[in-house]
């Protein structure tokens, strides 16, 4: 049997971001019919990861390839998943375990961000608008600074009057800092693009934020990314990674 593919995502209490996973690997699976592709979450939505490696075991598989959609390697990547891959690894041990890198950064993603923004109409040669990079924000600031890179690219290679990074918590800007910004330097107008896998609570914040402060002008505001045939390829091309090591881990690289 090929070696399963398990996407392992955070989880959410919001019931739209587990949907957004499963049509994500959906995509997956109508690339790759050949793959045995899971949905796996590490918290708050089922099955759980353990749960979904014990039925891979069972279901007779001898390998399985996990794939964290993951946008950083912040404290989930790097603490979270490798215990419970490891855990998982003590306790099936025919079960040969391999643990793909995180999605990003890739420029798959970064594609994947402007292909949703530019459903909006935004366009890069608009001078007069400011966008605004929503990402999650975290207490690991190499995982912050990967988004404020994001937008730092997308200042250079566009038209528009500025592009800034902003986090829906836990790191500064937040959204109105950074449309107040985008302002100064000349924005009239302002949209938003999500470096957010699927929507949910936080994205609903960032919206809020994001028609209050910029209300008046009927602000562009992007879906997150998931539904973006970039990032399904982004999921194969991180498990046809991992399978090309020779070493078995249980960490994120």
């Known amino acids: 049997m090929r070696p399963a593919l398990i996407a392992v995502a955070h989880g959410s209490r919001d019931p739209r971001s587990a949907r957004t996973v499963h049509a994500l690997l959906d995509v997956v699976r109508a690339e790759r019919p050949d793959l045995d592709v899971r949905a796996a979450f590490l918290d708050l939505s089922a099955p759980r990861v353990g749960d ?3 039925a891979v075991h069972a279901d007779g598989h001898r390998e399985a390839v996990i794939v964290p959609l993951l946008l950083g390697s912040a404290f989930h990547a790097k603490v979270d998943l490798p215990a419970v891959v490891a ?6 041990p025919g079960l040969r375990l391999r643990t793909a890198d995180v999605l990003g950064p890739d420029p798959l993603l970064e594609s994947a961000a402007l292909d949703r923004l530019a459903e ?3 366009t890069t040669a608009d ?3 400011g966008v605004v990079l ?3 924000g975290s207490a690991h600031a190499p995982a912050n600074r990967l988004v404020a890179r994001v937008a730092e690219r997308w200042q250079q290679r566009t038209s528009w009057a500025g592009a800034v990074a902003a986090f829906a918590t836990a790191a500064e800007p937040d959204v109105p800092a950074a449309i107040s910004l985008l302002r100064e330097r000349g924005a009239r107008r302002i949209a938003v693009a999500f470096w957010f896998l699927a929507p949910g609570l936080l994205t609903d914040r960032v919206i809020d934020a ?3 402060h910029a209300a008046g002008d ?3 505001i992007a879906a997150p990314m998931a539904d973006s ?3 399904a390829e982004l999921v194969l091309t991180r498990h046809a990674q991992a399978l090309d090591r020779d070493e078995d881990t249980t960490g994120v690289a």
């Open 120 to 122: 909006t109409g935004a």
């Open 87 to 92: 855990e998982a690894g003590a306790r099936l």
């Open 210 to 212: 994001v028609e209050t």
């Open 127 to 129: 001078s007069e608008l």
């Open 52 to 54: 979904v490696l014990s």
């Open 229 to 231: 045939p970039a990032v």
């Open 134 to 136: 929503a990402g999650v």
């Open 218 to 220: 009927s602000p562009l």
